[in-house]
């Protein structure tokens, strides 16, 4: 066993404290990882006040890893000691099922690991997460992140990065494109970002004057006031995709209302409570489709990876301590961010 520091939340009314805990001795194809950065994602707040009411505490968040790896399995084959490495929300699923056989790990239909706040499936205890000094997770589930991209800015790609970058792919995002994202947040900066990359037309949503520039230095060639009814009514008809990053309740039918006929407006953001429904017409007269999309396989996770490192796409982070992880979740409530926050684990170890 491997004795491991990390900061937890003991009830949905508790601030994330100082934690100890024991990372289980390496198994055949374990790969055991000092952490360097991890990202703070929404998900964590969510799940350490257990506002998806599935908690299992004491919670140990963190799903936007990147570490070194220190120790490897005696049947570990694709790692070696000292290289860069990232661990994003899934270190397990069941391997069998023809989600998993697709490389879809992330819809095992038997129930994947999560980072953090799942059940291992060979001992049954709760998983814990990146806020934490070192990590013991099975080879298959480990990135390799590339050298030549700022590990600390690398490491919200491993949640923010594939969540927008597998929508993006799955509907084809590219030349000839138009592509609509709504939100300038931790995931919708990665979106423009990755959306621009892949030769798309990228028109930014936002509620907020104040984000012009900024969607525009990110990648965005339009940027479209989404409470301003004539810049919407601008757009009518015309959107191959939007992908819809908002976390917040809201009524998704005048986005919908842009898509050509044929158009996805694919949801990655999740919110507490549910969007209202869509009005049915609105999708029915054009063949427009309403989707969702989780993250995005282990493969799938490498070649995002890659594609940031060939494109040198990474976060705009702000560095915190661990011991400000409090503070940040109440500035990230109030989207007093630009646009992820990465803590510094060697705070923790201090």
């Not at 490389?103 to 980072?115: I, K, P, R, S, W």
């Not at 209302?257 to 609105?282: C, I, K, Y």
């Amino acid at each position: 066993m491997y004795q491991t520091y990390g900061y937890a939340a003991q009830d949905a009314g508790s601030p994330l404290a100082p934690f100890e805990f024991q990372r289980r001795d390496l198994r055949e194809h374990d790969v055991r990882i000092d952490v360097l950065y991890c990202g703070v994602c929404h998900s964590d707040l969510h799940q350490a006040r257990n506002e998806w009411r599935n908690t299992l505490y004491p919670v140990v968040p963190g799903h936007e890893i990147v570490g070194r790896v220190v120790e490897t399995g005696s049947g570990v084959t694709r790692f070696k000691t000292g290289e860069l490495v990232g661990v994003g929300c899934l270190v397990d699923s069941c391997r069998s099922c023809p989600s998993c056989a697709e490389g879809l790990e992330q819809y095992c239909e038997n129930g994947f690991v999560g980072t953090y706040n799942g059940v291992d499936r060979v001992s049954g205890d709760v998983t814990f997460g990146g806020y934490s000094t070192m990590l013991v997770v099975d080879e298959a589930f480990v990135l390799r992140v590339p050298e030549n991209l700022d590990p600390a800015a690398a490491a919200p790609l491993l949640c923010a990065g594939i969540t927008t970058y597998s929508p993006l792919r799955t509907w084809g995002a590219g030349p000839g494109k138009k592509v609509g994202i709504v939100g300038l947040g931790g995931l919708g900066h990665m979106g423009v970002k990755i959306a621009a990359a892949m030769g798309a037309h990228v028109v930014l949503f936002t509620t907020s004057a104040s984000k012009i520039e900024d969607a525009k230095r990110l990648g965005a060639h339009e940027v479209v006031i989404s409470k301003d009814p004539e810049q919407m009514q601008a757009h009518a008809n015309s959107f191959d995709l939007i992908v819809n990053t908002v976390a917040a309740q809201h009524d998704l039918n005048p986005f919908i209302e842009l898509l050509r006929r044929d158009g996805t407006m694919a949801l990655v953001g999740a919110p507490e409570h549910d969007h209202p429904s869509p009005q049915v017409f609105n999708l029915i007269m054009k063949r427009r489709r309403l989707a969702g999309s989780l993250i995005g396989g282990i493969a799938e996770t490498q070649e995002m990876l890659d594609f940031c490192g060939k494109h040198g796409l990474t976060s705009d982070i702000e560095m915190i301590k661990m011991q400000d992880i409090n503070g940040a979740y109440e500035r990230m409530l109030k989207s007093d961010v630009k646009y992820r926050f990465v803590i510094d684990i060697a705070t923790l170890k201090q």
